[in-house]
């Protein structure tokens, strides 16, 4: 494998780089291009891809199956909404606050890595449904199923962003930056032990891999980032409510991964773009829109298991092997 | 006494999750698969009881029981055959099969919300206004109902895993596929049973879950506390599975009442957290490294 990519063109690592400007780039530039509700639509996908790379890290990459990513989300949407309108804080120190926070509570979550692969899997379950249930019913903080109505509008600097094309250059800003930090840590020495603690456990132990060490770490970035996606949410809505965090929107984020292909950072963008647009243009069929995403799933899985990004890299295998 | 009643009213839901748990704990022993569409199939087995109760009314619960567990294991065994056996024999990594079961859950329920509706629905049988006196507190019949399927169920699977053929050949083919195979047993058999068993099993909970609640495209989220119970009590053991959903269905109803109703699923699955970090392969759980 390893030979075969080095004797090509470029080299692996060029490779995802390459990949990075392609998606980052269109993902850019579409919205900007086409104006109006696309660019609505971009800030959606935006929000969704930071979320979803998150989660590609610690799935996809090192094998940690969560599924109560919609938490985090939840985390960071409240943490940042309510250090600013209780603590009157600027929307920078709260980002940076909900990024912490949902940071920590993935670290909270980590110390659950002691359970092996299954166990693990239903506990990160129990944490989704807990986290989504206090956000429902904590009235006195989180203001219950209604939530909070009139969002702060972005400042940064004592500049107010109300234009959403400001609104949007942000969370790509975000998202440019979270994408080339997961991509510069996946290509150094913790992507490879991710990589060996997704392929095998016990024999990435055996070869004097911490695993439980990086297990943890990779879900904690990975949680923060989260948190990071779920901080723009309730900004770009003007309302926050709970029901945007259930374990169905754990689900989505989950299927928009898998959809892009199990592992691949690129792919986890392309999930969520097409997994947020594909409802906006087929709202007549709105009410089969899970129905849907659950036979995505399942052809994911056994048709394409490397997702849709596996199928890109065998089209140009094979287009270099023809040439 | 009020203590008392919560205790029985939580036995009775225990018994209901321990029901979807078994099925899940049976599927995981044969197989290896961590069926998380379980709740569906319940949900499932509790619509096709709701349709023959449509299609002629008054049938009495048992025989609605009886069509609608042989229904849902038919439909269990057309899964295992189709969606599961392929997948297991690549040896997807659980990643992709826990995916896949999350996919067939996610095209149940939405596949029965399009069939059904998305309104919830109730059983009109008797059964479902009937009480029996405890004590002088009115119990809903139904609970003994529950509980009679439950010890009906437990001693039948004992019979089952040690007296028939078929049965002893499903515990040769879970303790070694090799060897088995070697005495001629197919090891295919194993899966298909258990997953047909499981089915079957799921839709007698989702029936009798029914006339003390009501049916609907989302009550899989019921299966998701089985699962949750059963890996409180040991992943792969039935009596752990009855055990961790008698934990959680307790904990539930005492914790309702102590603490506030709207965290109830949140106290189940904290107990969880909390048993599991104590024993992290749960109470009766095979003791792994």
């Known amino acids: 494998m390893r030979g075969r990519s080095r004797s090509g063109l470029m080299s692996e690592q060029g490779r995802d780089w390459a990949a990075l400007f392609a998606v980052v780039g269109a993902l850019w530039s579409i919205p900007l291009l086409l104006g109006g509700f696309s660019l609505y639509l971009g800030c959606m996908v935006a929000i969704y891809a930071i979320a979803a790379l998150g989660l590609q890290a610690m799935v996809g990459q090192a094998g940690q199956l969560s599924l109560g990513h919609a938490a985090f989300l939840g985390i960071g949407a409240y943490v940042a909404v309510l250090s600013e309108k209780l603590l009157g804080w600027p929307f920078l120190p709260a980002a940076l606050a909900a990024v912490v926070l949902s940071g920590l509570a993935g670290l909270l979550m980590a110390q659950l890595v002691r359970l092996s692969g299954i166990y693990f899997e239903v506990a990160t379950l129990g944490f989704g449904i807990i986290v989504s249930q206090v956000l429902s019913n904590w009235t006195s903080v989180t203001g219950g199923f209604s939530g909070f109505r009139g969002i702060p509008v972005i400042t940064l600097f004592g500049h107010a962003a109300n234009s959403r094309t400001a609104m949007f250059a942000m969370e790509m800003i975000a998202l440019t930056l979270a994408y080339v930090l997961l991509l510069r840590l996946s290509h150094g020495r913790a992507g490879r032990a991710f990589r060996a603690i997704g392929q095998d456990d016990v024999a990435a132990r055996s070869v004097g891999i911490a695993t439980n060490g990086y297990r943890m770490a990779v879900i904690t970035i990975g949680c923060a980032i989260g948190g990071l996606g779920g901080v723009f949410l309730p900004h770009l809505m003007r309302v926050l409510s709970p029901e945007g965090f259930s374990w169905q929107t754990s689900l989505v984020v989950l299927i928009m991964v898998t959809v892009g292909g199990l592992g691949s950072l690129p792919g986890a963008v392309v999930g969520a773009a097409i997994l947020v647009v594909g409802p906006e243009y087929l709202r007549q069929f709105a009410e089969y829109k899970m129905l849907v995403y659950g036979g995505l799933l399942i052809l994911s899985m056994t048709v394409m298991p490397r997702g849709l990004a596996g199928v890109v890299r065998q089209a140009l295998r094979r287009k270099s092997a023809a040439a | ?289």
């Open chain 2, 1 to 289: 006494m009020e203590l008392l009643l919560t205790l029985i009213s939580g036995t009775a839901i225990g018994c209901v999750y321990g029901l979807v748990a078994i099925g899940f704990s049976m599927i995981y022993r044969a197989t290896g698969l961590v069926n998380f569409a379980q709740g569906d199939i319940m949900m499932l087995g509790a619509f096709i009881g709701y349709t023959v109760l449509a299609l002629v009314p008054g049938t009495p619960l048992v025989v609605v029981l009886v069509l609608a567990s042989l229904g849902t294991g038919v439909f269990g065994l057309l899964l295992e055959r189709l969606v599961f056996r392929p997948a297991v024999r690549r040896e997807a990594s659980q990643t992709y099969l826990v995916l896949l079961t999350l996919g067939v859950g996610i095209v149940l329920s939405n596949g029965a919300r399009l069939a059904w509706g998305a309104n919830p629905v109730v059983y009109a049988v008797p059964e479902a206004h009937r009480t029996v006196d405890l004590l002088g507190y009115p119990l809903p019949v139904t609970y003994f109902y529950i509980w009679a399927a439950m010890a009906l169920l437990l001693g039948g699977l004992q019979l089952f895993f040690s007296h028939t053929w078929t049965g002893l050949a499903v515990r040769g083919v879970v303790d070694n596929k090799d060897v088995a195979r070697t005495l001629g047993i197919d090891a295919d058999l194993a899966s298909s049973i258990s997953f047909a068993m499981a089915s079957a099993i799921g839709a007698a909970a989702g029936v009798l879950y029914a006339p003390l609640f009501y049916v609907s495209f989302d009550m899989g989220g019921i299966g998701v506390k089985a699962i949750a119970a059963a890996v409180l009590g040991g992943l792969g053991s039935i009596p752990g599975a009855v055990l961790g959903s008698l934990v959680i269905g307790w904990g539930e109803a005492l914790g309702a009442t102590a603490i506030a109703p709207q965290y109830q699923d949140s106290i189940a699955f904290a107990l969880m957290i909390l048993i599991l970090l104590l024993r992290p392969t749960g109470l009766l759980g095979a003791r792994l490294r």
